[in-house]
């Protein structure tokens, strides 16, 4: 392989129009996931304006661009995704047909380990790295909103009746209910990050909005415009004030969903419910073919979804002593979090403890 390590400043146009059209190209053979927005050059190039240490290989094939493998890269040889705990799909963006061999990326970047926790499907040289395969469901609306609303209907004929009937009394209590897809206004943006905050300290999570990073990440992303890339905050009103907001990023044909909150005095309307309803038909309209939510367990990610994809975690290592000191810290941290994730007789408890937490700390 013929691979080349560029910084993102000293990555060319041409280079860049090579990536995406490898993208536009992905569905077509059936490699539909590569086309993520988390894999965009974009995304690459945004977290390289924020954080230290992002390159991005590029792997040509007589002289032309066959794949390109952003990473993050410390001093020392650790590796991890761009992004890494903040993006939602990870891997590398190759042409059909096209095989690597890991340790020879690894070696041509530097590396002594790569870390991802949301590699993408159907990456066998990174996937024999996996400690565990976990669900992403998504929202399927590439047939139109009516038919994914009728997917709804069939398999939770209830939610979709209730959560409908919340928002047309959503209406009647607070004033006419108006949906903006795609919402230009800064201060929308500040809101939802004020929602995120607020809602990460109230169920003791960690704020990732404190971390100045993220923040000036996802203000770079919303005013960052390319074909097909966009950043989309979409924004639910009711009586011109915003009620529930989210924050994602498109391609031309994946929505990937990202920062979804709301404002809890309106809470019992479930408004992220709504929102997320009208972000479907929207999308639909626009083209999309499905919805990504993201790995985790909500109860609303199941209400909504019409089938998961799959993202693995784990490490891609060398022989290197850095690789195994790296490896023997993070994999119990890992191991643990998922565990008490995977079970509710763990979970439960646990997601009580934090909120409390939060509780306490929201008085203080």
Known sequence: MDIRVYRPGELGAAERAAWTALQAKAHLHGLPELANPFLSPEFALAVGRCRRGVRIAVVREDGEPAAFFPYQRSATGVGRAVGLGVSDCQGLVHRPGFTWDAQELLRACGLAVWEFDHLVEGQQPFEAGASGTFPSPVMDVDRGYEAYLGQLRAR?????????????????????????????????????????????????????????????????????????????????????????????????????????????????????????????????????????????????????????LAVAEGWVTRRHPIAVGHRARRAPVRALRNMVLSRPELFEPADRILKRMGKIRSRV
Request: proline share 5%.
């Open 156 to 308: 939770s004929p209830k939610f979709t009746r209730t959560t409908l009937a919340k928002e047309r009394k959503l209406g009647r209590d607070a004033g006419a209910v108006t949906y903006v897809h795609d919402e230009l206004d800064p201060e929308a943006l500040r809101t939802l990050m004020a929602w995120k905050s607020a809602q990460y300290r109230r169920t003791g999570r960690s704020d990732r909005f404190a971390h100045e990073w993220i923040t000036r990440l996802v203000t770079r992303l919303f005013h960052t415009r390319s074909e097909p890339f966009a950043g989309i905050l979409s924004v639910l009103y009711a009586g011109g004030r915003p009620v529930a907001a989210h924050f994602g990023l498109r391609t031309e044909r994946i929505l990937a969903c990202w920062f979804p909150a709301y404002d809890p005095a309106f809470a019992k309307y479930s408004p992220g419910l709504v929102l997320h309803l009208r972000m479907a038909e929207a999308a639909a309209a626009d083209g999309i073919a499905y919805l990504d939510l993201g790995r985790g367990q909500k109860e609303y990610k199941d209400s909504l979804k019409t089938r998961e």
